[in-house]
């Protein structure tokens, strides 16, 4: 097991992020929804086949009080889901509690069915472990197809104790060892890396997976978990303490063969509309394509000022940037009409407020949004930041397109 121990502080600071999110609701900056791409789509079918929707949720890290309304909406949202083809299966880690559930209608009520009590000393984010919560759930369910949700703290691409020092305010002068690059979920002091989360998952093929986490719509992270899903429904800037609209969108993943996936980022747009929010859905078939793309782009990439780049964080050394912009900013002729190209087949739907709400950096900020792609990236800041340019080396995106 490749976990990392996180500081007591770090597990402090995200409690802090989490209440201060939820406390920004009341601001209220317009909202710029991008457009479809424009491409024509199938049309899609009533969804007939048997669908299983997983939703794990880890919450013994300051989210616990946010988890417990979303598992609420939840099991308001069940009473329209058809029972006929669909089944809700329900993994929470509260920090008190450990449990697999599964939704049921009892004479009318919507309630939960016990499958498993875990001990509270089980680290949730071990690799193992969270491979085996997956297989019980197809085993208590199985389906033609199967959704996944997850709901925790993400950093993306972002090791997490190389995280850990920026929010400590260090910058990149990291004095220990930089872990494997990228990570998702915690579990009290610990965390997954993205890599380790690909292990767990990789024995299911899952039709969509929705990330209720931030930072997790960065393309190291995307290119990483391609093989996992057909599309993923992510933000790349933190996602409010609230979380997604569970109520407004839950019965639509049951209703449609293409689950209504754009229906859902519009229903979490709308969701956040009056404070802060950016969405995306990916087509993970077409990450490969962006990647050959993006090789071209450094193979010609001449050098960029990052702080004409649009940034996704409020850190004094950003850790991400819109890929789009970045792009734009550093190719030219076909290199980048190629990109562009490649960029809109991967981000079928993306729609984003006008400022996005961070508390990352020494002062919590709205940023403006002046360029939206759908997708954050790391630029290399080698001088600034070499602890960091080392590990973003270490990503198999960027051993892909920058070697």
Same mark, same amino acid.
């Given at each position: 097991?490749?976990?990392?121990?996180?500081?007591? +502080?770090?597990?402090?600071?995200?409690?802090?992020?989490?209440?201060?999110?939820?406390?920004?609701?009341?601001?209220?900056?317009?909202?710029?929804?991008?457009?479809?791409?424009?491409?024509?789509?199938?049309?899609?079918?009533?969804?007939?086949?048997?669908?299983?929707?997983? %939703?794990?949720?880890?919450?013994?890290?300051?989210?616990?009080?946010?988890?417990?309304?979303?598992?609420?909406?939840?099991?308001?949202?069940?009473?329209?889901?058809?029972?006929? %083809?669909?089944?809700?299966?329900?993994?929470?880690?509260?920090?008190?509690?450990?449990?697999?559930?599964?939704?049921? +209608?009892?004479?009318?009520?919507?309630?939960?069915?016990?499958?498993?009590?875990?001990?509270?000393?089980?680290?949730?984010?071990?690799?193992?472990?969270?491979?085996?919560?997956?297989?019980?759930?197809?085993?208590?369910?199985?389906?033609?197809?199967?959704?996944?949700?997850?709901?925790?703290?993400?950093?993306?691409?972002?090791?997490?104790?190389?995280?850990?020092?920026?929010?400590?305010?260090?910058?990149?002068?990291?004095?220990?060892?930089?872990?494997?690059?990228?990570?998702?979920?915690?579990?009290?002091?610990?965390?997954?890396?993205?890599?380790?989360?690909?292990?767990?998952?990789?024995?299911?093929?899952?039709?969509?997976?929705?990330?209720?986490?931030?930072?997790?719509?960065? %393309?190291?992270?995307?290119?990483? %978990? *391609?093989?996992?899903?057909?599309?993923?429904?992510?933000?790349?800037?933190?996602?409010?303490?609230?979380?997604?609209?569970?109520?407004?969108?839950?019965?639509?993943?049951?209703?449609?063969?293409?689950?209504?996936?754009?229906?859902?980022?519009?229903?979490?747009?709308?969701?956040?509309?009056?404070?802060?929010?950016?969405?995306?859905?990916?087509?993970?078939?077409?990450?490969?394509?962006?990647?050959?793309?993006?090789?071209?782009?450094?193979?010609?990439?001449?050098?960029?000022?990052?702080?004409?780049?649009?940034?996704?964080?409020?850190?004094?050394?950003?850790?991400?940037?819109?890929?789009?912009?970045?792009?734009?900013?550093?190719?030219?002729?076909?290199?980048?009409?190629?990109?562009?190209?490649?960029?809109?087949?991967?981000?079928?739907?993306?729609?984003?407020?006008?400022?996005?709400?961070?508390?990352?950096?020494?002062?919590?900020?709205?940023?403006?949004?002046?360029?939206?792609?759908? +997708?954050?990236?790391?630029?290399?800041?080698?001088?600034?930041?070499?602890?960091?340019?080392?590990?973003?080396?270490?990503?198999?995106?960027?051993? *892909?397109?920058?070697?």
């Amino acid at each position: 097991m490749n976990m990392v121990k996180k500081s007591t +502080l770090f597990t402090l600071l995200f409690v802090a992020l989490s209440f201060a999110i939820v406390a920004c609701e009341n601001e209220k900056p317009h909202e710029t929804p991008n457009p479809d791409n424009g491409k024509e789509q199938p049309v899609p079918g009533p969804l007939t086949e048997s669908h299983t929707l997983m %939703i794990i949720m880890q919450g013994n890290n300051g989210l616990a009080e946010f988890l417990d309304s979303n598992l609420q909406r939840i099991i308001t949202a069940y009473y329209d889901v058809p029972t006929d %083809i669909g089944r809700i299966l329900l993994f929470y880690d509260r920090g008190n509690y450990t449990r697999l559930t599964e939704l049921y +209608l009892d004479d009318g009520m919507a309630k939960q069915r016990l499958i498993e009590e875990y001990p509270t000393s089980t680290s949730t984010v071990d690799k193992d472990f969270l491979r085996g919560v997956v297989e019980r759930m197809k085993e208590e369910a199985p389906a033609d197809s199967y959704g996944l949700i997850m709901s925790s703290h993400g950093g993306g691409w972002v090791p997490a104790d190389l995280y850990d020092v920026y929010l400590l305010g260090e910058g990149s002068r990291a004095s220990e060892p930089v872990a494997e690059p990228l990570f998702y979920g915690q579990d009290d002091a610990d965390c997954m890396e993205i890599p380790e989360l690909v292990e767990a998952l990789g024995s299911t093929r899952f039709r969509y997976i929705i990330f209720d986490a931030c930072m997790m719509a960065n %393309i190291e992270c995307l290119y990483d %978990i *391609r093989n996992l899903a057909d599309y993923v429904v992510a933000s790349p800037t933190e996602i409010l303490g609230a979380g997604f609209p569970y109520e407004d969108f839950l019965p639509m993943l049951f209703e449609r063969t293409d689950h209504k996936l754009k229906e859902v980022c519009e229903a979490y747009m709308e969701y956040y509309r009056d404070s802060s929010g950016t969405i995306a859905l990916i087509d993970c078939s077409k990450i490969d394509a962006l990647a050959d793309a993006m090789k071209a782009v450094y193979n010609e990439a001449k050098a960029v000022d990052v702080g004409m780049i649009q940034p996704y964080d409020n850190f004094t050394y950003h850790l991400y940037f819109d890929l789009g912009d970045y792009v734009e900013s550093v190719a030219s002729g076909a290199t980048l009409e190629n990109f562009n190209k490649a960029l809109s087949d991967v981000v079928v739907y993306s729609g984003n407020t006008d400022t996005f709400f961070t508390v990352t950096g020494t002062d919590d900020a709205y940023i403006p949004i002046e360029h939206y792609s759908g +997708l954050s990236c790391y630029i290399l800041q080698e001088t600034d930041c070499p602890e960091t340019a080392k590990a973003w080396r270490a990503t198999a995106w960027a051993q *892909r397109v920058a070697q």
